[in-house]
């Protein structure tokens, strides 16, 4: 234990295992994650065997990518607690260090006149003797120690957020549309353009939790997710449905309906309207004959729907505008333009692990500060000279202690 | 008059080049005294572009390759007049200068249509993320300057004691900048990430190259701290880690597709 514990915090095992780590992250860019096997097979057609055997198409969640950055981990963990032990033992030797370091050549005022500098910049005098010796302010001495542990917190969090967190991704039709945890998600308005016609793509809607909690009316769109409960609702994807009212002839009730996909849609009987897809084009021949044009999706500018009538055991395929309507013997289809609908991701993450990351984050960019700019130092400042230690930045010190002189 | 800002600059940017290595290598003083001017020149209508660019986009000149090289190229120039003020070091001008003339120059290849910033891109994270990318990659480069400079003067007999020292420490604390810097782009864009696409970090070409950037300069930082390396060898490693820094910021763009690929 006396040999392993020592090299699990050493900065050569954390080498080691950054090598493989660099390894897998090329490999990982030059090959794309988590497609389809077919993917595979089209692009690598020699290696697709290999890629899919040795799991390089799920390389960063493989066991190996795992265990590599739980080692990681550990050695991190670790190092900053050995770290963070040593500092007093750091302050000492830096003292001393600057108590036998050789003296450069100072006046009896500029001594002073440095002696006030340090105070001012947050340098600890230590002792009183002649020579004194002073340290760089308390923070300073923590750098490196903060970095760590706010490392080792990013990868904790990532782990959380790999281990705890989910992500679903939903069609959202005008209503309301009830998601499998029992939220409902009410989608009053969705665009894709602002009113100066910008591509914008903002869902107006309302959620409703299980318990029966409503959001109010928000507007989501992409960088400006909704939180509420323990989800976030982001603005995904969009995709484009037909739209009809169907007016059943026997009650004169009217159910409108978003089609996204193939759908037989009846009256309750026999008769009724295969929907096959809405187009976003058509032309009409000299005939006077219909016929799609465009693929299925795509901008909607003279939207035209492609249906099968089915009427008393006819089968009719029809090209039908928005505005027209469609009759068999027990219901009325009025076709109207085609509505965009918004794809909403939902992902359930706890707000600890939000919390843990955001720290991480702060706390590392403050500790590389601290590490660069703020260099673990000492200095003597004696009556006719003084000295300064540091090894990340000493000739910077001694260069601000000249202009300060 | 856009095309006029930008080809002007570029060409001051070659100009200041050809003079600075033409006072070097005649160790004439008057050349050496109108190089610099000339690469201030470069340097404001440089600046000069990004503005008149910003104004007519609305936005910052950010969003794509073309806006990215070109403040790429305007950051080293920059850095380098920061660096020159400080260090008067006569050399700097001429590694530099060719450094943001060349990444001007990849800018000129790239389509300079002015295009609407697309909806992902819009958030208050863009000017933090992007902007501390500029001057991370910037900071490398002048690094690597620094760290091609120190090579040409190892084992030269008439290098002056001490100067080979001074580079050394100015090339790490560039590198520290720089991997600062990084760092913020790094947390920066997952913070974004995670707004924009749900997710902090979906190893994407772009963020897994900028990893690995950073891991390398992590490298880099603790065998100079830690081991104590220094000079020759450190050198190198700059000058291994610029070529990963130009591989995220043109390679990755070329050879690979992804979310980050704003075309």
């Known amino acids: ?405 | 008059m856009l095309d006029i800002l930008f080809f002007s600059g570029l060409v001051l940017y070659f100009i200041s080049v050809i003079t600075h290595f033409l006072s070097l290598a005649f160790r004439n003083e008057k050349i050496s005294k109108a190089a610099w001017p000339v690469f201030y020149a470069g340097f404001a209508l440089n600046l000069a572009y990004m503005i008149a660019r910003g104004i007519v986009a609305g936005r910052l000149p950010l969003a794509n390759q073309f806006e990215f090289a070109t403040a790429f190229a305007w950051c080293i120039g920059l850095l380098a007049i920061l660096l020159h003020r400080r260090t008067r070091e006569a050399w700097l001008g001429a590694l530099t200068s060719a450094a943001a003339f060349l990444i001007l120059s990849f800018a000129a290849l790239q389509p300079r249509t002015v295009s609407e910033l697309m909806p992902a891109l819009r958030s208050a994270w863009f000017s933090f993320h992007i902007g501390s990318a500029v001057l991370s990659y910037s900071s490398f480069m002048i690094s690597a300057c620094v760290s091609l400079r120190y090579m040409m003067l190892d084992k030269k007999p008439e290098t002056e004691p001490g100067s080979l020292g001074r580079l050394d420490y100015l090339s790490y604390r560039m590198i520290a900048f720089g991997f600062l810097m990084l760092t913020v782009t790094i947390l920066t864009g997952a913070i974004w990430a995670e707004q924009a696409w749900s997710a902090f970090w979906t190893w994407d070409p772009k963020e897994t190259w900028a990893l690995i950037t950073w891991l390398i300069y992590a490298a880099y930082l603790h065998l100079r701290l830690q081991k104590k390396w220094q000079g020759k060898r450190m050198a190198i490693y700059s000058l291994i880690g610029i070529v990963c820094v130009l591989f995220t910021f043109i390679g990755v763009n070329v050879l690979f597709t992804g979310l980050h690929s704003y075309k």
């Open chain 1, 1 to 405: 234990m006396k040999k392993i514990l020592p090299f699990l915090r050493s900065m050569r095992f954390g080498m080691l295992l950054l090598l493989p780590v660099l390894v897998c992250s090329v490999i990982g860019s030059v090959i794309p994650q988590g497609e389809s096997e077919s993917y595979y097979a089209e692009t690598f057609p020699g290696a697709y065997h290999m890629i899919l055997g040795m799991g390089l198409d799920r390389l960063f969640s493989g066991w190996v990518f795992l265990t590599l950055t739980a080692l990681f981990s550990v050695n991190l963990a670790l190092c900053s607690v050995s770290q963070l032990r040593a500092v007093s033992a750091r302050r000492a030797a830096a003292a001393k260090r600057a108590e036998t370091a050789e003296l450069l050549p100072l006046s009896a005022s500029s001594a002073e006149k440095l002696s006030g500098y340090l105070r001012r910049r947050g340098w600890k005098r230590q002792g009183e003797g002649e020579r004194a010796v002073w340290l760089s302010p308390a923070l300073s001495w923590f750098g490196s120690v903060i970095t760590h542990f706010a490392l080792l917190g990013v990868i904790l969090g990532a782990a959380g957020i790999f281990a705890l967190s989910s992500t679903a991704d939903y069609e959202i039709l005008p209503g309301e549309n009830e998601l499998p945890d029992g939220t409902v998600l009410r989608l009053e308005d969705f665009r894709i353009a602002d009113a100066e016609g910008k591509t914008d793509y903002v869902s107006t809607l309302e959620v409703i939790s299980p318990d029966g909690r409503a959001s109010g009316i928000r507007e989501i769109s992409v960088n400006h997710p909704l939180r509420f409960g323990a989800n976030k609702y982001y603005q995904q994807t969009y995709g484009v449905a037909g739209a009809l009212d169907v007016r059943v002839a026997a009650t004169g009730e009217v159910r409108p309906l978003y089609l996204t996909e193939q759908s037989l849609i009846t009256a309750g009987g026999a008769d009724g309207v295969w929907y096959f897809s809405v187009y976003p084009g058509y032309i009409t021949d000299e005939n006077g004959v219909r016929k799609v044009v465009g693929h299925s999706g795509g901008d909607m500018a003279d939207p035209a729907y492609y249906i099968v009538r089915l009427s008393g055991g006819a089968q009719e395929p029809m090209i039908v505008l928005p505005g027209e309507s469609v009759e068999t013997a027990d219901a009325v289809y009025e076709f109207k333009s085609p509505r965009y609908f918004p794809g909403i991701r939902v992902k359930t993450t706890s707000v600890g692990i939000y919390a843990l990351l955001y720290a991480s984050f702060a706390l590392l960019t403050a500790g590389l500060y601290l590490c660069f700019f703020a260099p673990v130092a000492a200095a003597a400042v004696g009556k006719d000279g003084y000295a300064v230690v540091s090894r990340k930045g000493e000739q910077e010190l001694k260069e601000r202690f000249a202009a300060v002189l």
